[in-house]
């Protein structure tokens, strides 16, 4: 008898989860951490640290991105460039203006998983749409719509 009971191809095999971040409620940091742990799989029952059972997720209407407070204006993002004084600093202001809301809510997603050889995967599943509109409509079976709790209000197929 095996060992690995429930462990097969079919609990390995990744869903396609949808999110309008342009009408959700909640803000970046919550959207950022519920989208990480479908990155993960943690929602998944077979779900181990050093395996990748995560799903695909795709987040639309990210130029409507909602954040709290005046983080909009103070909030700063680093980067260096390994020469002697080039740590250049953007506000999350100024990132919107010249890549959009897409790579803020990747930033927010990147800090929230583990820093480990499966984040760049994790990332490479994880597809971020300015717009409404996008490529993947045909993957997508069921969208569910969630309140700001996360708790499912309805599961709808998409057709």
Same mark, same amino acid.
């Given at each position: 008898? $095996? ?15 949808? +999110? ?10 919550? +959207?950022?951490?519920? +989208?990480?742990? @479908? ?25 409507? %991105? ?8 103070? =909030? ?9 004084? $080039? ?20 930033? @927010? ?7 480990? =050889? ?7 599943? %994880? ?12 993957? +997508? ?17 998409? $057709?």
């Amino acid at each position: 008898m $095996s060992q690995t009971i429930g462990k097969t191809r079919l609990a390995y095999s990744r869903a396609w989860h949808i +999110i309008d971040v342009g009408s959700d409620p909640r803000p970046l940091g919550r +959207i950022a951490s519920r +989208i990480a742990i @479908a990155l993960m799989g943690k929602n998944k029952p077979i779900w181990d640290p050093s395996t990748d059972c995560g799903d695909y997720v795709v987040a639309v209407g990210c130029r409507d %991105l909602h954040t709290t407070g005046k983080k909009r204006f103070q =909030k700063q993002y680093y980067h260096h460039t390994t020469r002697p004084g $080039s740590l250049k600093s953007m506000t999350m202001d100024q990132m919107f203006g010249k890549w959009g809301g897409s790579e803020v809510l990747k930033r @927010a997603v990147s800090g929230m998983l583990p820093k480990n =050889k499966l984040r760049d995967p994790r990332l490479a599943r %994880l597809k971020v749409f300015e717009g409404t509109a996008h490529p993947y409509k045909q993957n +997508i079976l069921q969208s569910r719509h969630e309140h700001g709790n996360g708790e499912a209000l309805e599961a709808q197929t998409v $057709s």
